[in-house]
């Protein structure tokens, strides 16, 4: 340990850690010692050294940061726009042609808006797919949160399309001081074609970039792609080399039995994000199919999706339907407990978006990516099991601080990086023009 | 108007509002005067009026108090001692052998803490069905909430559970300054027998009095009913007259479709309780049928059931996850709006208690049983549409202030009747006594 002061020190609190079967424990009365953005130590007791700031974290608990594994954050500007509609007609008759007349300034401020909304319910970092990803990417810099960012692309753009994927994915590598990391980010299967994806899935092996892309979202893509071309959308991931190469699978929904060899047998790292609350909402058929997965050994990472479908980020309670919903479609009440949820919310959420070994644990050596949760609200009392506490009565607004790489972003609930009156006050001056549909643009069909 | 002062005015908010149709609507601007526990007027703009207490509510939302129309408040002492088992181990083997240790104080200190938890989350009035109901009524009376309260009976006490069922719902009708109101609680038709069902039914007559009990709980129960007895739950209330009272029914997931015609033709007013989280920790097949009620004409009611299963008393959650669960059961996106969410969380909420005509709106001659929600907060904004805003993006949290009667009992997030540290000092230090189960009893039977 040096002589010099740390920089941060938590003290009194419970803390969430991961044993060396990655079973969950808590210890309590413990110390966490932060220096040059990495956890140095977690000693049980006081500690008595020095430190730039510190933390009394009495009757809190200190967990990994939550990761929101698939999301499109400048798409809280549209939150609420298109309700109680059935997908397609939410996307082709709402969402994009809104989306069309997004700028990259509206982009800025709906990232911006996001990441208040994520420090605030405890998400530490984020993967994003979406458009103007510079936007994204200045916004990330500036508020401390970390990033797992990939520039969105379709065949429909021509070349062009993957090559900007490429580009903007070597120029911010590394950038935030590290806490960007980034992707190429083809749509999806059904709108981007398999030549594509396979000089996508060549980009990937050259540059080392993983891919993150929309596949298997619900049932309907699975059927249609099968009567379409004789292929599954996985089976079009792997005979594109796409599974040769690690990628993030947003959804998921539709796998099929038939899938199930083909991911087992895929040669790259492959890991799904799950956003429950979207399936519900667009009444989908089926959710993430979470124990094949399990059983495959293949990491499931929570998420929210946009908030223009889901209508928040709130990893949190991505948590506890995953656990709800889990429990629900099995038909078996023991199956995804609150720890196994805590650890689909920590260490494979953190190797969904390619973190696995860097966070989504509160051990030495790994960046301090810390929230620490206030359980001293009647509804989280009495604690007799505190796993199933944080999982099924705490709530994301049961945050009190959020820290990022070390930094405090949010202290007893103030955001310290985030100016939030402003970003609403300059998204609602551009309101009118963002809703505008009188263009009748609907350009990009959301469809198999 | 009178000339005196008004005793509370609550100025610059957004009201919820109904119209005769009961279609929700959003009144801006509004003020809203309270005098007497009552509601006088809302207006549009501002009120010069003196008033003994005024409330600045720009940039928040009023809408009637919630009510959580099916719970077991006490049981929050419970919280989290029995996770991710099946119904019969959760009740059988857990439950019930904490509950046998159960003292007054015990469901004393359970209830203050439940109220707490409720009014932070903005329910104004609850629906308990529970044993020891004093100690519960005297919380009420102390901490100023609203409540429908019920001592529950199961044939296995002989007569003495229906009278003191009877004594109870007697002696404290009216009490609490007319906040109580009361009904005889038999458990359920599978633990109090047809006799007793029919006994209960014409005290309800005798007395005025209406029914709360369980029926149809799950799909199990209806099926082994149907298997024993060649009767359904429902079949059962009709035969013994219960559904000529005013009833509610708690959780009606077993409702088959057979039942349908049964209860359209029930000469009381029958009403639902629907607490959808529990059925899917449960892994319940079904959730209540809420689509052929509302067909029926007969309210749905939103609950939390006891926060040993649900692990909450979030009825804010109950809406939102009503909202989602109905759209994903009945594969329809377009069933149960926002707007009809908020349709069940106010009316038929207040109709399930039977306060249809007092609480459940925001209207001149209603009680003043209010709550202002906060929608400044990242993650409700912008706001394109108000009920899809409060359905599906605010959160019980997000309510900074609540009133019942005219009273407030919250404000700005600080419980003004309730100390919540105290209470749960004095719960903590009885959990040894409570949790043991050395004595092996498991008396009640949780079966059909």
Redesign the interface.
Known sequence: MSDSPADLIITGCTVLVHDDQERIGFEENATIVVRDGVIESVITGAEEAEARQRVDARGQVALPGLVNCHTHAPM??????A?????EEWFNDVVWPIESNLTEKDVELGAR??C??MI??GVTCFADHYFSMDAVAAVVAECGIRAHLGEAYFSSQGPQGREKSLEFALRRRGAADGRITTTLAPHAPYTVDDADLAATAELAREHGLPVHLHAAENRDQAETSLARHGVTPIEVLRRTGILDTDVLIAHGTGILDRDLPVLRDATGRVAVATAP?G???????TTTPVRALHDLGIPVGLATDG?ASN????VWESMALTA??Q??T?????WL??RQALHHATLQSARAVGLGETVGSIAPGRRADIILVDL????T?????LA??LV??A????VRTTIVDGRILMRDRELLT?D??A??RE??ER?PAL?DRGHGRRIQEYDT
């Open positions: 809280v500007a549209l939150r609420g726009v309700e109680d509609l059935p997908t808006l996001a208040a909304e605030r319910g609350r399936y519900l909402k667009f009444a989908w058929p908030a209508n928040s980020l709130d709800l919903i429990k629900s099995t038909g078996d009440p023991r407990t609150s001293t609200g009647p509804h009392q009495p604690v007799h099991d199933a506490t099924h009565s709530r994301s607004s049961d985030i939030v009156p970003v609403v998204l609602g309101t809703l």
